[in-house]
Nanobody
């Protein structure tokens, strides 16, 4: 069973920074992708940032709304994925979820953390 445990959410003023952490119960190199999503009440969960592994290496993708402000990274030895969030805006307020994708027996399985609340005050 894969477990993801997030931390680092909280309340911050607009323009401030937060760093979210997500620790996996298994080595990161076993996953096709690790990333962060967010969700506000009444809306679908949306991709914020993702790290994908392939034969050619690592690639990153960001939502347009966070490009230049957020950075996703990982520490393989610590089994941890980070989301550094700078220049935060009230529109970044959401529950942030860590995710990890893994191919098992020919199927892609996606695992989720429990979510961590981020509130950005104006």
């Amino acid at each position: 069973q894969v477990q993801l445990v997030e931390s680092g959410g909280g309340l911050v003023q607009a323009g401030g920074s937060l760093r979210l952490s997500c620790t996996l119960s298994q080595p990161i190199f076993g996953f096709n992708a690790t990333g962060w999503y967010r969700q506000v009440p009444g809306k679908s969960r949306e991709l914020v940032a993702i790290l994908r592994s392939s034969m050619s290496g690592l690639s990153t993708n960001y939502a347009d709304s966070v490009k230049g402000r957020f950075t996703i990274s990982r520490n393989n030895a610590a089994h941890t994925v980070y989301l550094q969030m700078n220049s935060l805006k009230p529109t970044d307020t959401a529950v942030y979820y860590c995710s990890a994708e893994k191919t098992e027996e020919g199927s892609v399985h996606k695992y989720w953390g429990q979510g961590t609340q981020v509130i950005v005050s104006s």
